[in-house]
């Protein structure tokens, strides 16, 4: 079953020397599965998140022969029909709470407005779900730090707020946009963890974003390899190892090894693919 | 008690602030009594005859020289002047031939009430101006607030205010003209706050009431186009850098309608800042006001700094130059400390 | 090589290559944004009647002619005569030398001294920089109109001492941009390099600081520029400044303030000249702005 159907979608921003593409034609289906955006910085993957939920800003442009979420056509959606879907059936989780956080905004406020927006709840029930959906993320004494400000809890605890903000309105599939890269090696596991048994309890839809191919290949049940606004190569994650495309076996060739006996990592030769 | 840690680590942060506020004000008090002294004693060729006046007698001039205290050392003369203006002697007018002080007390309401209904005119169009502008950055709406935000720039206060006489008074009769009240009028309500709108109320007399705002609506409008001009430069630069932050996008990810992302979310850090630009305008208003009493015959402090500088009478001058500038900076540190304490990351 | 390719080259073989290519890039960026093309034509328009002022007025800017006191604008006086039968037109043309006068002497006088104090204060640090970062930000927060007046009526009236009386007010804000400016390279490796090579600290300050202060103070002082006319305007107005028979522009609306009820002319055209002149600076100001520092860019 698909959950949303991609054809043929690109992002331009003008530039005084004219357009600039950002994502060149991509195409790509998802069921209620988990799907791994890997690439270098630039490639496009971020955009193609936020392109999902049409939130490209002017003045930039995104166009598709076809954006498909559940049955739903994204594209022929006005405004306001794009807010009903935004948060209540995708969701994004972004990259570093320090900044996703409204700074002055109390935790509990922020969370409590993600669920507001959408349903017509109590003030007590709405508390009762905010509680709840902490306690979720593993935030010992919810109590308290719905009242905090966001600057007053560390980088992991906040991505588990912004999780809990995000899944709060349940949402079918939920972006993830780099949702570690900002975080201490520590806490990273723990919240990929959180991410994917909260999203294989529900049976939502999953795009993690990022550009590390290891953490992908763990936590992806199919890995879609960006270069330059282009989808290079799809595969299985369990066969990321025989990935065909010279980009892509330049990136694995590229991470070092617990065991390494090279002297030198290898840089990507870019040679071989662009320029076609 | 750990629960309560925050709460006097706030308070103890808070008089900390608010100690550094008094030292600081105090500081820059000196340094206005320091250039005020300098601009009185040392900077005019012969500082007796600035403030006796040249139409003084011989006997006078010399009494003068004496009561100064010019044979003494600078620093002494200093110190004195220092005692002096903080037991609110300021000297004579020789224009007025009263103290200077009481003079100041007298005029001060009327250029309080013109600044403040100016600066209510100016944060209630401008920041609604600054917000729209920024949401619609790069619009043909934005352009033309930009530009109007800039002839707030360009445009000399005294020559806006005599258009605006020979447009709205002269030629359309909209308005009332110079002075606070029609000169029947005058007198009619007993001065008990200064502020000719707040005296008329408290008395219940509405038709001085009306003729008293018909003619400061002219005057504070000018004022207020003036601070509406800045206030709609910095919201409009303050928002736009809001609106590029992740959290917006966050709010907008939530599915939180636009109106909402705007004012609920990226206005709400801003309103501390905007605090800062309000006080600051609101100070630059009252020396604002200087050039524009002139025209209107206000009988305000500015009007009353414009004809002592024509008649040389620099007690009147040093004295209404130390009074603004003291509201300017207290203003000016009151806003910077309301900064510190209502802003929820710095505590 | 064609000019274009030699100005844009990225390894430039001579500093004046590499000044030129800068030079080059900049006035492209400003050339871009509308509004900063209004205010140089602006500017140039006003330098140019500065210039050519006797060729361009069709009258004596002094001349009395009481026979045609206080004529409307007409073909034969474009903005209508004065009291004393003179061209208003002619006036704010021959204005305009002063209006350049003023800004330029205080733009010489201020900003080389707020540069200079700011950086002192960011390049030495320590009590230096407190001490004259104190007295900056005493004048800092002074109302600015208030003290010029206040100078002005110590000095006596007189357009000279307008500009030393504007120039004094005008230049903590230069010192504090050039201390902010210094305070971020201050510990850079080229400062070191510069010490390590046995230069003196006057060198320094005077070879590599305040040359690198530069850009944002050009902005700044453009930016201040209507402020600065506005304060000129405003003490002319008052009888402060320029004394008569000069033709300034605040002056001469003080004198047609008894007329503005009947022959409106008098007082609003020299305003419409004061309004251009400093909307061309600010228009500018703010394209510069935009171009040399880009972080700031369409902001404000």
């Known amino acids: ?276 | 008690m750990p629960a309560d840690a925050p709460v006097s680590k706030r308070l103890q942060r808070s008089a900390g602030s608010i100690g550094g506020f008094v030292v600081v004000t105090l500081l820059t008090f000196i340094g206005l009594l320091a250039i005020t002294f300098f601009i009185g004693r040392v900077v005019p060729i012969d500082p007796v005859l600035s403030v006796v006046g040249d139409r003084a007698t011989q006997e006078q001039y010399d009494a003068a020289k004496i009561a100064l205290g010019l044979d003494r050392p600078l620093v002494m003369q200093f110190f004195s002047y220092v005692g002096d203006v903080f037991q609110g002697d300021l000297g004579r007018s020789i224009s007025t031939n009263r103290d200077v002080a009481a003079d100041l007390t007298r005029v001060f309401p009327a250029t309080l009430e013109m600044a403040t209904l100016g600066i209510i005119i100016g944060v209630g169009l401008g920041v609604p101006l600054g917000v729209y502008a920024a949401a619609r950055q790069g619009s043909w709406v934005d352009q033309i607030i930009r530009v109007f935000a800039l002839l707030g720039y360009s445009v000399p206060a005294f020559w806006l205010g005599l258009v605006g006489l020979a447009v709205f008074y002269a030629g359309l009769g909209w308005v009332s003209g110079p002075g606070r009240v029609d000169i029947f009028y005058e007198g009619l309500v007993p001065a008990r706050t200064g502020l000719m709108l707040v005296d008329a109320a408290l008395a219940g007399d509405w038709d001085v009431f009306w003729n008293a705002l018909d003619h400061l609506g002219l005057p504070a409008a000018i004022l207020g186009f003036f601070s509406l001009a800045y206030i709609a430069r910095m919201t409009r630069s303050f928002m736009l850098d809001q609106l590029g932050q992740e959290y917006v996008t966050t709010a907008r990810v939530k599915g939180v309608p636009e109106w909402r992302v705007i004012w609920g979310h990226a206005f709400r850090p801003i309103r501390v800042p905007l605090i800062t630009v309000i006080g600051l305008s609101y100070a630059a208003l009252l020396e604002g006001s200087v050039m524009i009493e002139t025209v209107f015959s206000w009988p305000g402090i500015g009007n009353y700094l414009t004809v002592a500088l024509l008649n040389a009478d620099m007690n009147a001058v040093l004295g209404a130059t130390l009074v603004i500038g003291a509201v300017f900076i207290l203003i000016n540190k009151l806003s910077d400390v309301l900064y510190r304490v209502l802003d929820p990351r710095s505590r | 090589m064609t000019t274009r390719q030699w100005l844009l080259a990225d390894s430039p073989s001579s500093k004046l290559q590499a000044n030129l290519g800068r030079g080059y890039r900049m006035m492209h960026a400003l050339l871009r944004n509308p509004l900063a093309v209004v205010g140089m034509v602006i500017l140039l328009v006003l330098i140019f009647a500065a210039a050519f002022a006797p060729w361009i007025a069709p009258y004596s800017p002094i001349g009395q002619n009481l026979g045609e006191r206080l004529l409307p604008p007409s073909f034969e006086h474009w903005m209508g005569t004065d009291e004393l039968g003179r061209d208003i037109f002619s006036r704010v043309v021959y204005g305009a030398r002063i209006t350049l006068m003023i800004v330029a002497l205080v733009a010489v006088i201020s900003a080389p001294m707020g540069l200079l104090i700011g950086a002192i204060a960011g390049y030495f640090g320590g009590w230096t920089d407190r001490i004259l970062m104190g007295v900056t930000d005493v004048f800092l927060s002074m109302p600015k109109l208030i003290l010029a007046l206040a100078f002005v009526a110590a000095l006596g009236p007189g357009i000279e001492n307008a500009i030393i009386a504007i120039a004094i007010t005008a230049w903590p804000a230069y010192a504090r941009i050039a201390r902010a400016e210094t305070m971020t390279f201050r510990n850079s490796e080229f400062i070191s390099a510069m010490r390590l090579l046995g230069a003196s600290h006057a060198r320094i300050i005077t070879g590599h600081v305040l040359p690198l202060c530069t850009s944002s103070m050009i902005v700044r002082v453009t930016l201040d520029m209507a402020g600065i006319i506005l304060t000129a305007a405003g003490l002319g107005f008052l009888g402060l400044g320029a004394q008569p028979p000069l033709p300034e522009w605040g002056a001469m609306i003080s004198r047609g303030r008894t007329f503005i009820l009947d022959q409106w002319w008098v007082a609003t055209m020299p305003g419409f000249a004061i309004i251009l002149v400093s909307l061309g600076f600010c228009f500018l100001g703010d394209g510069l702005r935009d171009v040399l520092d880009p972080k700031q860019g369409g902001k404000s």
């Open chain 1, 1 to 276: 079953m698909t959950l949303l159907s991609v054809e043929n979608l690109r992002v331009s921003f003008p530039t005084p020397s004219g357009p600039v593409e950002v994502v060149k034609g991509l195409s790509f289906d998802l069921g209620r599965e988990r799907l791994g955006i890997v690439g270098e910085s630039g490639s496009g993957k971020s955009m193609t998140g936020r392109a999902i939920l049409r939130l490209i800003r002017s003045p930039g442009h995104q166009i598709a022969d076809k954006m498909e979420f559940d049955g739903i056509d994204l594209q022929n959606r006005s405004e306001r029909q794009m807010r009903q879907l935004r948060g209540a059936r995708i969701s994004m989780v972004m990259q570093d709470p320090k900044f996703s956080l409204n700074p002055v905004m109390t935790i509990g406020a922020q969370i409590a407005e993600a669920l507001r927006v959408h349903e017509k709840l109590p003030r007590r029930a709405v508390r009762a779900r905010v509680l709840e959906m902490l306690e979720a993320v593993r935030i010992n004494d919810p109590e308290r730090v719905m009242k905090l400000y966001p600057h007053e809890v560390s980088g992991g605890m906040g991505q588990r707020v912004m999780i809990a903000m995000m899944l709060i309105p349940q949402p079918d599939l939920l972006i993830a946009d780099e949702p570690t890269s900002a975080l201490d090696v520590s806490v990273q596991a723990q919240v990929l963890d959180l991410i994917d048994e909260l999203v294989r309890e529900k049976g939502m839809g999953l795009i993690l974003i990022s550009h590390d191919l290891n953490l992908v290949a763990r936590y992806c049940d199919r890995i879609m390899v960006m270069n330059a606004g282009r989808v290079v190569e799809t595969c299985a994650a369990d066969d990321l190892h025989k990935a065909q495309h010279p980009y892509t076996q330049g990136l694995l060739a590229a991470v070092p090894r617990m065991e390494e006996t090279r002297d030198e990592l290898p840089v990507l030769d870019r040679s071989q693919w662009s320029g076609t």
